[in-house]
């Protein structure tokens, strides 16, 4: 059984089961004995699946926190939650592609799952040119007016965990072409500095 397969059976369950939650018995109230048909129903079809789901199609418990908030028959979004477990425990750049208040974030976190270094987010619309480098890599005392100490960036602060980058589309040029040498090779050289260092982050990124 694939993750697509077992969303559906898992989203039917849920389905019936609340079907029988509203039946009211005699007495105005919830029928018990369907109540416990219903809890039946949903860990009958939880069992199923524990059983038959492909080993790698298994999520971490953080990333299944994160997906069972996304409750849908709808093919679509079940494809899409096969995709991101394929991708969990991989360290590859994802890309996510959606419409604003669609849950990218949340996508992103799930794909965090167990890393133990830190989730960190940042909207690159919300910086402007002129700090954003400084915001990702760093930078070291003197650098420019104003750097009185050494800064670590957010990839720094990331290393070992996950840095998902919103509305990566609005993210200046020169930023980027440093972001894609990050990807390529790992190594992160802070403003002002002349040596790299490297970081194992891995990086999600988003846009409309």
Known sequence: MNRQEADKLLAEAKQKADMLLTVVGSNGKPDIILQRKAAELVEAAKAKIDRELDPWEKPSP???????????VDPDTLKLKSQ?????????????????????????RALHGERVGNFIALNCAGFPENLIE???FGHIRG??????????????????GTLFLDEIGEMPLTAQAKLLRFLQD?????VGATHSIKWKTRIVCATN
Not at 150 to 156: F, R, S
Not at 186 to 190: A, I, L, P
Request: proline residues 2%.
């Open 62 to 72: 953080k990333c299944q926190e994160a997906l069972d908030k996304y409750v849908s």
């Open 84 to 108: 991101i477990l394929r991708v969990q425990g991989v360290d590859d750049t994802v890309l996510i592609y959606g419409q604003s208040g669609t849950g990218k974030e949340l996508l992103a």
């Open 143 to 160: 650098a420019f007016t104003g750097a009185e100490a050494d800064k670590p960036g957010l990839i720094e602060a990331a290393n070992l």
């Open 186 to 190: 790992s190594c992160v050289r802070k």
């Open 134 to 136: 400084s915001e990702l």
